[in-house]
C-alpha cells in the first residue's frame, strides 16, 4: 500500500515554456503532498509542501511564481515550472503520507526535468 | 544550517560484510527517523523506520540503532550484498509532518 505515482517520469522542454508535473496517491487519501527538488549526487531538498484546498506554503529561497502547485484534490497535486530555464534543470520528486504519527513519506519515482 | 547530519558520504564494503551509516540530530522536536534508500533515477524507497521511545529495530538484515540522549541514530545492515549498492538517507520529522534529509551516502558493495 501507500503507493506514489508521479508522472512523467522524464521531460524535455525548450527554454521559456511550462511543464506540468503531476503526482497521485493512488491507495490512500492525502491531504498534504510535498515536492522536492534533487540535484546529481545530492540530497532531497524540500521546495514546498502542498495543501489541499489551499495555498502551497513554499520554502525559503523557492520562487512561488515560478513553481506553481496546485492540490485540486486528496490525491492529486501537480508541479507546474512555468518559463523554464536551463537552470531549472533538475529531479523533481514528489511525496506524500497518508497521515501522522507513525506513518513515513512515501516517494513517487521523480521526474527527470531537462531544458534546452 | 543542516537539520540532519549523515556520515560518511561514501562506503564501500565487501560483499558479507557489515555496512553502517550514522545520523546525528539537534531537534528533540523531531519524533519519526526513517531511513530511505534510492537507486540512480528513481524516487527513495522506505528501508525501515524508528519512533525515539525504542532504541533499536530491526527487519531482517537492516537494523536501526537509536540513541535518544546523544541525539544518535545508525542504520546497520548486515550480510551487505552488491544489490544494497544504492544511496541511503536518512531523515527525521518535525512539526507539519515535515521530513528533514540527511546528505546521503552512497554505499558500493563489492562482489
Known amino acids: 500500500g501507500a503507493v506514489v505515482s508521479q508522472h512523467p517520469s522524464w521531460v524535455i522542454c525548450k527554454s521559456g515554456t511550462s511543464v506540468k508535473i503531476e503526482c497521485r496517491s493512488l491507495?490512500?487519501?492525502?491531504?498534504?503532498m510535498f515536492w522536492y527538488r534533487q540535484f546529481p549526487k545530492q540530497s532531497l531538498m524540500l521546495m514546498a509542501t502542498?495543501?489541499?484546498?489551499?495555498?502551497?506554503?513554499?520554502e525559503q529561497g523557492v520562487e512561488k511564481d515560478k513553481f506553481l502547485i496546485n492540490h485540486a484534490s486528496l490525491t492529486l497535486s501537480t508541479l507546474t515550472v512555468t518559463s523554464a530555464h536551463p537552470e531549472d534543470s533538475s529531479f523533481y520528486i514528489c511525496s506524500a503520507s497518508p497521515g501522522q504519527g507513525t506513518s513515513p513519506l512515501h516517494f513517487g519515482n521523480g521526474t527527470r526535468l531537462t531544458v534546452t | 544550517q543542516q537539520q540532519v547530519k549523515q556520515s560518511p558520504q561514501s562506503l564501500i564494503v565487501q560483499k558479507g560484510g557489515i555496512s553502517i551509516i550514522n545520523c546525528a540530530y539537534e531537534n528533540t522536536a523531531f519524533d519519526y527517523f526513517p531511513w530511505y534508500q534510492q537507486f540512480p533515477g528513481k524516487g527513495p524507497a522506505l528501508l525501515i523506520a524508528i519512533r525515539p521511545d525504542v532504541s533499536e529495530k530491526k527487519e531482517g538484515r537492516f537494523t536501526i540503532s537509536f540513541n535518544k540522549s546523544a541525539k544518535q541514530f545508525s542504520l546497520h545492515i548486515m550480510d551487505s550484498q552488491p544489490g544494497d549498492s544504492a544511496t541511503y538517507f536518512c531523515?527525521?520529522?518535525?512539526?507539519?509532518?515535515?521530513?528533514?534529509f540527511g546528505s546521503g551516502t552512497k554505499l558500493n558493495v563489492k562482489p
Open positions: 502542498s495543501n489541499e484546498g489551499s495555498k502551497a506554503t513554499y
Open positions: 491507495d490512500f487519501q492525502a491531504t498534504t
Open positions: 531523515a527525521a520529522r518535525g512539526n507539519f509532518n515535515k521530513f528533514y
